[in-house]
């Protein structure tokens, strides 16, 4: 190989292996836990399928609930950026989202969206999950 060649080799080498940090975004994906409580309020977890090793570091994940006559849409959002670490441990950390919601609901049969998912669910004092494949 040529001088040429080499430094091209080792410019693209470099950029490959740089700082940029390559972040997943987890959008209404996951088990859905949900629980009604005294007030009417639903506490909702959702617990993301995406699997969290040594390399990966959490950023800040959100939910929120919301719903009407016997349904309730539930939308997630959390994101895993690789940190660079190196060898990474095969240990698998948990991400989840917690939120409540801002409307009170009566006990009862309901409907739950969260992305592409749709499962009936009756509401109670027992926490019911959905979801978990």
């Not at 939910?63 to 660079?84: K, M, P, W």
């Not at 989840?96 to 049969?109: I, M, R, V, Y």
Request: glycine share 12%; aromatic share 4%.
């Amino acid at each position: 190989m040529g001088r040429a060649q080499l430094v091209a080799l080792a410019l693209w080498v470099g950029a490959c292996g740089g700082d940029d940090k390559q972040q997943r975004e987890l959008n209404n994906d996951g088990e859905v836990c949900l629980r009604l409580q005294a007030d009417g309020k639903i506490q909702v977890n959702v617990h993301f399928r995406e699997c969290l090793s040594s390399c990966d570091t959490a950023k800040p994940t959100s939910c929120s609930v919301s719903g009407g006559e016997g349904s309730l849409v539930v939308t997630s959002h959390g994101a895993v950026e690789r940190n660079g670490a190196n060898p990474c441990s095969s240990a698998c950390g948990a991400l989840t989202a917690a939120c409540t919601s801002s409307d009170s609901f009566a006990p009862g049969q309901y409907v739950v969206t969260h992305g592409a998912d749709t499962a009936p669910i009756t509401l109670g004092s027992q926490t019911g999950c959905l979801f978990s494949e």
